[in-house]
Structure formats: C-alpha cells, structure tokens
C-alpha cells in the first residue's frame, strides 16, 4: 500500500518564511529529539521487523539517508545541491516531526560478522499543536490551499503525513502493514480527528490519469465547504470525463494502491490537482477522519 510514487501520502513542499525561523531555533547538536510523548520505544513487531518512532538526530539522519535513496535514486526525482551532496533528503521540520521507523533488526551484517540493524521504512507526522508551537505551517499548504478545511474541523487534533516510504526488497504486505501498525497506535495515543497529505500518480500529464481522476472527482470528493483546494498556479482539474463515462471498476483498478487503501477507510479528495515536476508526479490532496474509519481496520492495525 506504500511504495513510492504510487500513491504514499508524503509532501514537498517550499521552504517558507516560517521553516527559515525555525532552523535558528533548532540546535543540530541536541541529539535526543522527541520523547515520544508516553509511547514505548517499541510499538510493534514482526519476525526480524520492529516500528517505532526516532528518538535521535542520528535516527533522523537514517530516515532521510533511506528517502533519498527511495525518492532520488531509485524514483529518479531531482535532488537539490544540498541533498545531492550529503545523500540524504533533508529539510527544516525534519526535526520537528516525528519519525516513524520501520527497522530489520538484522537487515545487513557487518564486518565483524554482527547483524546490524537497518532502516528500511519511515513516516513523518506532523501534528497540529506541535506546528502551533513552532509557528510553522502545514507543508502540505504549499500546494493547496487548507483554510476551508481547517474552519470545517475548529479544534480538531490534526496529522499531517509525509515523507513515506519504504524499501523496495521490503515492499511486502508485513512491513507496509507494521508501518500502519505504528501509525495506527500513534493516532490513537494522541487522539488525532483527522489525517491529511498528498497522494501521488507517476508523471506530471493529469489527462493520462484521466479515468482515476475523474473517478476521485465524482465519487470521493470531499464537501466543497470544507475541502483543500489546489492554488491557482498549480491548478488542474480532476473533472477530466464526465460522470456517465467513467466506469468505476476500471477506475479503481487504474488507483495507485495507497489511494485504494485510504478509499477503504473513508478517505475524501480535495479539489485539483498538483504537478510536482521535481519529483514526477502528479499529486491530490487525500483526508480521513478517524471516526469515519471502519473498526475493523483499526482493530486490525491495533493487533
């Protein structure tokens, strides 16, 4: 449900005003980052696989290592001067999210002939009160417009996802559904109301992502009053056919499988979407609201 560029929900956004004032604020030698907030180091495991949430710079520092590798070598997305440099996908609210791990205790040996543990997936969580305090906005504002979203959903505890992915050797249904296990318990210790982010089609053409398009359009789109809407420099339709051409089942086969999932649990699409032309891909902007979320796939994610 996660491989990259097929529909994770991840972001990519400017570098605004705000990050540039929280950089200052962020020491780079403070190693231990987040506390985890009353969550144990552990939050689920599966054979030699195990979830939880970085502790240190140097975890972070393993995530973004495995972000370049998914985003920049092997999607082909354009690095910047600086990412090409270190080979690792770095930007300022890295160190003010929370990092999701998915680490293979025994994922490489080393030269002594000793299992050396190996990030091989990551989620980054950005949650409402913590960028209130930083003074940041959301990253996912950079291509979308939030205010009718936000007034919609008035103290609301808000998640914003980015950043997903996970290692091509791993892209099983254990590993993607250890990393929605964390994921899962993390929303419910913070009783988070609502999820966002964007979601990915490969390539930045939106007519040859017509069908599935047009099928978001017509059957999942969220309530205009209380949507993202895409900018208008940014702006391509999504009402690509009209609603009697579209045939559903074609529709849903052509989705990336992220996108699939989110439909399963009662996700809604905002209006437009975004080409991201560095990365190739064309992006639309995907909320759920935890109550409208079957319990039978919490219950699921929570074992």
């Avoid at 985890?36 to 979830?51: A, F, I, K, N, S």
Wanted: positive net charge.
């Amino acid at each position: 449900m996660l491989a990259p560029k097929t529909g994770q929900l991840f972001t990519r956004l400017p570098f605004y005003p705000q990050s540039r004032a929280l950089v200052g604020r962020l020491n780079p030698l403070v190693r231990h980052v987040r506390d985890g907030g009353g969550l144990p180091d552990v939050l689920g495991q599966v054979g030699t696989l195990e979830v939880r949430l970085a502790r240190t710079t140097k975890d972070i520092r393993r995530a973004q290592r495995l972000r370049y590798k998914v985003f920049f070598e092997e999607m082909g997305a354009t690095p910047s001067p600086r990412a090409r440099l270190s080979r690792r996908d770095i930007d300022a609210y890295d160190r003010l999210c929370d990092h999701l791990l998915v680490i293979d205790r025994v994922g490489k040996i080393n030269r002594f002939g000793k299992p050396k543990p190996k990030v091989i997936g990551t989620y980054r969580l950005l949650r409402s009160d913590v960028a209130k305090a930083a003074g940041a906005d959301f990253y996912t504002a950079g291509e979308y417009d939030l205010s009718a979203l936000l007034d919609a959903h008035p103290g609301a505890r808000l998640l914003e996802l980015g950043r997903s992915c996970v290692l091509a050797p791993y892209r099983s249904k254990r590993a993607l559904e250890l990393l929605w296990s964390g994921l899962w318990r993390y929303i419910a210790h913070h009783r988070i109301d609502l999820m966002f982010g964007c979601a990915s089609f490969e390539g930045v053409v939106p007519a040859q992502h017509a069908l599935a398009l047009s099928f978001l359009h017509h059957y999942a789109s969220a309530p205009a009053a209380e949507t993202a809407v895409a900018h208008r420099w940014n702006h391509h339709d999504m009402d690509l056919m009209p609603k009697e051409a579209v045939d559903p089942k074609a529709a849903l086969r052509a989705l990336p499988p992220l996108i699939k999932g989110y439909l399963k649990v009662g996700a809604r699409f905002g209006q437009g979407a975004v080409v991201d032309r560095p990365f190739g891909t064309t992006d639309v902007f995907v909320a759920v609201r935890v109550k409208d979320i079957d319990p039978r796939y919490l219950n699921h994610y929570a074992n």
